[in-house]
């Protein structure tokens, strides 16, 4: 049973906030509206409480009467206050989750990585079982940029700093002065709130979003992914300890912040561009804070300890540049670790010399994070192997895992584009070749682009008399492969094609690929850098899915291109165009029954599938809970991987906080967990 206190302490805090509110608000508006914003909180939880026809007239009339800028007030007033009960309410879930862990093992909340893998222990699951399962699975959160996300990041920063105090408030040895001078930080933070727009008074710009998109990343992301690799493996210590420290990197971050152009103009292959950049440099940027950490920390000398011959040789003189040597700070040079994180940093920080173009001919640079990570892993090698366990399972540890997850690119860049905007600039560089691309059918429209792909020599394309809007197209191809080539393989995988009806659709993008070097069809074996998302929206598209995959499955370039991807395919289903089409709950069994079609359409080919579930924020909107939303599809559906938008206006309450972030992770996590165990 959770104990009372707990519950009790949420209601100190909310009494805390508010009255912290009230004197801001006296202080800062007067007596007479903090008496108008009493009256009106006050008769709102009586009519509430006895449903009484006067107070509702009272009520009525009172709000009549306000003129424009009071009733401003005293929106911003009643938003205020809701913004600090959510802070205090998400600051009790984790009071109460940490209540419920200092119970024992067994009292682990439902959701938590331990509770469901103590599930799978009194099942029976082997431990071949679970291995199987992490090896095959991933999950891809995907942030999503929107305008009901209206919140700013400095009223997001503002929270956090609030709930940063709750925490120290809950220490029981806190002096009076302390308290007094945490509850002034508090009203600090309120007063400035109060002060503060909550909403833009400008218009947001595709940067802006990006900006606003990346706050989550440096302030939480950074730290929760090794936060939650390390409560998996403390869970599975206790439950399956032969799979500690064998457990694969399985979540990957994605966005559309300054990738999605489907009706959005501003967001331009420049655009794009600037954003893997300013991905890279935050990524980078955390790297070297660590490297930082990891160089004060491994201290450790080649006279008292032995170090693994692999990384002896990698900083031995002949590997090292001679142009460069060792770097001048470095004193000892039996202090091997430190040289070789020294060196690791001066290549790390050319990275984003190389993006700028301001790297000199002369300076090596990790070409990859693949390369970056063999070296973390030298290290990592070498301490295991030399009793030092303990100093590998720390910060290097951490470091480990996050380059694991976000690479050089931070987050896999979705592109998403309607296909209406292809099929015209495909008709566009037809005309210039005297193709009636225009009057063709769709089975036409197939046959010829299947004979293209298949053709040795690829179309000329005489870019200066496209439109704009063509040449914008070509430019967002080239942006792509730049971007896989000098920034990272998963910068961007997945291009999206909105309002997907037929397989012509999806071979237009193939099309382009072609014509940008992004799908070399010159040998036997197709080479392909790009996973071909169709998006089926409408009840319509839905219900035509299965037929429209069968095509492409059976469609000889398709399958080219589906082989050099090793027979993945990605396929996204909307939850908000479906119900708006159709309506909740068709929408729902419409996309149940696509779903499981899709799965076994997929299965009968021999293609690895994953569902993209394109989900809003609100039940219409396909949203929920997450934990419940997995637990209700098909397990066959799910396959072991899964992508999710997080929709702008739910990415805060998710992912502001590191601890809820950590839930979040968990929560789907084990539900996926579950869903295999009903397969098996």
């Known amino acids: 049973m959770m104990p009372h206190h707990i519950d009790t302490i949420l209601g100190s805090n909310i009494r805390l906030l508010g009255n912290l509110l009230g004197e801001v608000i006296q202080e800062q508006e007067g007596k007479k509206f903090f008496e108008l914003e009493e009256f009106i909180r006050l008769s709102t939880k009586e009519h509430r409480r006895t449903r009484a026809q006067e107070v509702h007239a009272k009520l ?129 933070n309120i007063t400035s709130l109060w002060q503060t727009e909550v909403t833009r008074s400008y218009d947001v710009s595709p940067l802006d979003e990006v900006t606003n998109g990346l706050f989550y990343f440096r302030q939480i992301l950074t730290d929760v992914i090794p936060a939650f690799f390390d409560e998996l493996e403390s869970a599975l210590a206790d439950t399956y300890p032969a799979l500690k420290n064998k457990i694969p990197s399985f979540v990957q971050f994605g966005s559309w912040i300054g990738g999605d152009r489907d ?41 008292i300890t032995k170090i693994s011959d692999e990384l002896l040789d990698s900083v031995s003189d002949k590997v090292m540049d001679e142009k460069e040597g060792i770097p001048s700070f470095i004193r000892n040079k039996n202090e091997v670790y430190r040289l070789k994180l020294a060196l690791a940093s001066r290549k790390l920080q050319r990275v984003k010399k190389k993006l700028d173009g301001e790297l000199s001919e002369n300076e090596t640079v990790y070409e990859s994070s693949d390369e970056f990570l063999a070296d973390l892993k030298l290290i ?46 495909v008709r566009e560089i037809c005309l210039q070749h005297r193709i009636p691309y225009e009057s063709m059918s769709d089975a036409e429209r197939i046959a010829w682009l299947t004979a293209n792909l298949f053709e040795e020599h690829t179309l000329l394309v005489d870019v200066s008399s496209l439109t704009e809007q063509s040449k914008e197209v070509l430019a967002t191809f080239n942006i792509i492969s730049r971007a896989l080539d000098e920034i990272d393989s998963r910068a961007i995988r997945s291009y999206i094609i909105s309002m997907t009806e037929s397989p012509a659709d999806v071979l237009e993008v193939l099309f382009f690929m072609k014509l940008t070097g992004l799908l070399n069809t010159e040998d036997e074996t197709w080479q392909s850098k790009l996973n071909v998302v169709p998006l089926f929206e409408t009840i319509g598209d839905l219900r035509a899915s299965v037929s429209i995959m ?118 789907t996590t084990s539900a996926m967990l579950l869903k295999y165990f009903e397969q098996t």
Not at 107 to 115: A, F, I, M, V
Not at 269 to 298: C, F, G
Not at 382 to 391: A, D, H, T, V
Not at 570 to 581: A, C, F, P
């Open 60 to 188: 009525q009339k009172k709000i009549a009467s306000l003129d424009t800028v009071s009733m401003q007030k005293l929106i911003r007033a009643f938003s205020t206050y809701f913004q600090l009960v959510n802070i205090a309410e998400q600051h009790h879930r984790i009071q109460r989750i940490r209540a419920q862990k200092k119970h024992g093992h067994g009292h682990y909340p439902q959701g938590s990585l331990r509770h469901t893998l103590l599930v799978a222990k009194k099942r029976k699951v082997s431990a071949d079982e679970v291995s199987k399962f992490f090896a095959q699975l991933h999950f891809s959160p995907v942030f999503t940029a929107h305008p009901t996300e209206a919140l700013r990041r400095t009223i997001l920063e503002k929270h956090t700093r609030i709930w940063n105090v709750l925490e120290e408030l809950d220490k029981k040895d806190l002096l009076a002065d302390e308290r007094l001078a945490l509850i002034q930080t508090v009203k600090r």
């Open 263 to 303: 009706g959005n103009p501003f967001v331009t292959a420049d655009v794009t561009w600037l954003t893997l950049k300013r991905q890279t440099n935050l990524i980078i940027d955390s790297y070297l804070k660590m490297l930082d950490e990891l160089y004060v920390e491994h201290s450790e000398s080649s006279i």
């Open 380 to 425: 990592y090698d070498s301490l295991i192997q030399n009793k030092g366990e303990i100093l590998a399972n720390g910060t290097l540890k951490h470091l480990i895992r996050n380059v694991e997850t976000f690479g050089f690119h931070l987050a896999t860049l979705d592109i998403r584009q309607h296909k209406k905007i292809h099929s015209e600039a």
């Open 550 to 667: 069968a095509g492409l499955y059976t469609n000889e370039a398709y399958k080219r291109h589906l082989a050099a991807r090793r027979n993945h395919q990605e396929i996204m289903l909307g939850y908000s165009d479906s119900s708006k089409d159709g309506g909740i709950i068709a929408s729902t069994w419409e996309l149940y029954k696509a779903q499981r079609a899709l799965a076994k359409c997929s299965t009968e080919h021999r293609v690895d599938w994953m569902f993209f579930h394109g989900r809003g924020g609100t039940v219409g909107r396909g949203g929920g809970p997450e934990f419940q939303a997995i637990m209700a599809l098909s397990g066959h559906s799910i396959n072991g991987k899964m992508k999710i938008t997080e929709q702008g206006e739910v990415i805060s309450l998710k992912y502001s906080r590191k601890e809820i972030a950590q839930r979040s992770l968990e929560l």
